[in-house]
């Protein structure tokens, strides 16, 4: 599998042209003697906010920052669902190559970035109560927000911060991205809460693993653990009354199909999430 996004030019939030990667020449086993990335970490990051790393190449680090495993010092697990990561010149590199980048861009830490994404799923429904099909087969929806960065729809994700488990950030980010664009009074979101908390309780996992962001470098790259909320009967999520629009911070219940254009990698989570319901897609 090669990465894409993480080698799209214009790189995010600025001007920078990433160094052209072709195909044959991602993975860090072709040699590529004239592969000149570009050396970019994001003004933002280098203030050193609290989800931000100190640059181990330019300041002399105590304590160090350890790699490969969960950093205490930090409170920051830096190990990465694809396995060990190698570490060069004290930095680690990206497993999946090459991207045309070096240093962390807009991203915080060193390595990976864990992410966690809710896919909360509901059956598409007609006026009697009764599933939509395409193709022989039942349509899933799931909630959807609009970026306001880029523009995109995506899943509701976010950063697991730190001393956060998996599970808290995936009702978390949900409670934050989705429920709080809804346009319902403050009581209203109290009681939502609590349903959500129970909905929250069990969920599916789909995928954990690397996601092809365009926010990725050479030494900084995104991770996800996606896990779906699925409400078969319709009855606990028909209450969330999402607000759909096309302004930036939208939120909306999205038919899931093949030709979804979402965000980074989230077109493949929620086609593993309609594989695995046996849903159109």
Known sequence: MHHTKARTSVYPGSNLQRFPVPDNLVTWKEPFPNYTPVDYTAPSVLKRPVWADPDTRQETVDPPLLFN???????????????????????PLNPFGRTGLEGRGLLGRWGPNHAADPVVTRWKRDNKGNKVLQGGKPILEFVAIKRKDTGEWAIPGGMVD???????????????????????????????????????????????????????????WMETHAVNYHDESGN??????????????????????????????????????????????
């Open 69 to 91: 495993k969960l950093d205490k010092a930090y409170n920051v697990d830096r190990t990465s669902y694809t396995g060990m990561y190698e570490i060069k010149n004290n930095v």
């Open 162 to 220: 730190p001393g956060d488990t998996v599970s808290i950030t995936l009702k978390k980010e949900f409670g934050e991205e989705a429920m709080n664009s809804m346009e319902v009074s403050q009581e209203e979101k109290d009681k939502l809460h609590a349903q959500l908390t129970e909905c929250f309780k069990t969920g599916h996992n789909i995928y954990s693993g690397y996601v092809d962001d365009p926010r990725n470098t050479d030494n900084a």
């Open 236 to 281: 606990t999520f028909n209450q969330f009354r999402l607000q759909a629009g096309d302004d930036a911070g939208a939120v909306a219940w999205t038919p899931i199909s093949h030709d979804l254009n979402l965000y980074a990698s989230h077109a493949d989570i929620v086609r593993q999430v309609a594989e695995y319901h046996h849903a159109f897609f």
